[in-house]
């Protein structure tokens, strides 16, 4: 199993940027495909990124491409999004999923689903003001 627990969360004002960070208990960190989402009030968790285990490949929702980026250091068991050029619909709960992998890293679309993590972290709020 692994516990995730989500700092960096905060308000900033639109055009501003953010670094959440995700830090991962257990001594596997490295065999977990990570994931970022949000939530905002009365809406769905959406997913917003994926990192392969290795950091070797990454997956972006079209409405962050380009101006978030999530990253892993495995050696500390952590995962990161860096958020710039933020703007007021990201404000949102963020939170990072866990999905042990094996073998062979292959992109597939149930990664963009929350069903497809095993494991969740307890959020952090994001508030971009205009």
């Known amino acids: 199993q692994v516990q995730l627990v989500e700092s960096g969360g905060g308000l900033v004002q639109a055009g501003g940027s953010l670094r959440l960070s995700c830090a991962a208990s257990?001594?596997?960190?490295?065999?977990?495909?990570m994931g970022w989402f949000r939530q905002a009030p009365g809406k769905e968790r959406e997913f917003v990124a994926a990192i392969s285990w290795s950091g070797g490949s990454t997956y972006y929702a079209d409405s962050v491409k380009g101006r978030f980026t999530i990253s892993r250091d495995n050696a500390n068991n952590t995962v990161y999004l860096q958020m710039n050029s933020l703007k007021p619909e990201d404000t949102a709960v963020y939170y990072c999923a866990a999905r042990p992998h094996s073998g062979r890293w292959y992109y597939t679309s149930a990664m963009h689903d929350v069903s497809w993590y095993n494991y969740w972290g307890q959020g952090t709020q994001v508030t971009v003001s205009s």
């Open positions: 257990g001594r596997t960190f490295s065999s977990y495909a």
